[in-house]
């Protein structure tokens, strides 16, 4: 099985389904990043960790990096954010063309 799959299996059914959604986006995105854990997260690599994502109690995180926060800080406004850090909570819809938007970015600009 595929460690994203294990991942996202280990969790409880209320975030399994969004965190599949989350991992779609992404893999439509950049289809040609892999798929593996890093840092104990659902990571997407190319050459490098291009962008990660993980459940919390409240919110599903997305990992970036800091420049795409600041580069996306616009888009991000109603989002709770940290240096590299995205805060999407769990009773919100998923902004999936934003998700996508920045894992694109993510991928031009550290895809090896």
């Known amino acids: 099985m595929n460690p994203i ?3 996202i299996n280990s969790q409880g059914p209320e975030l399994r389904e969004r965190l599949s959604a989350v991992r779609n986006t992404i893999h439509t995105a950049i289809p040609e990043a892999e798929e593996r854990i890093s840092f104990r997260m659902p990571t997407f690599w190319k050459g490098r960790n291009i962008i990660h994502f993980a459940a ?3 919110h599903i995180g997305i990992y970036p990096g800091g420049e795409a926060t600041a580069v996306f800080a616009e888009k991000l406004q109603g989002y709770r954010t940290s240096k590299g850090t995205i805060q999407l909570p769990h ?3 998923l ?5 996508a938007e920045i894992a694109t970015w993510c991928c031009e600009r550290y895809g090896k």
């Open 5 to 7: 799959d294990e991942y």
């Open 56 to 58: 919390f109690k409240n």
């Open 91 to 93: 009773n919100e819809e």
């Open 95 to 99: 902004p999936h063309e934003l998700i």
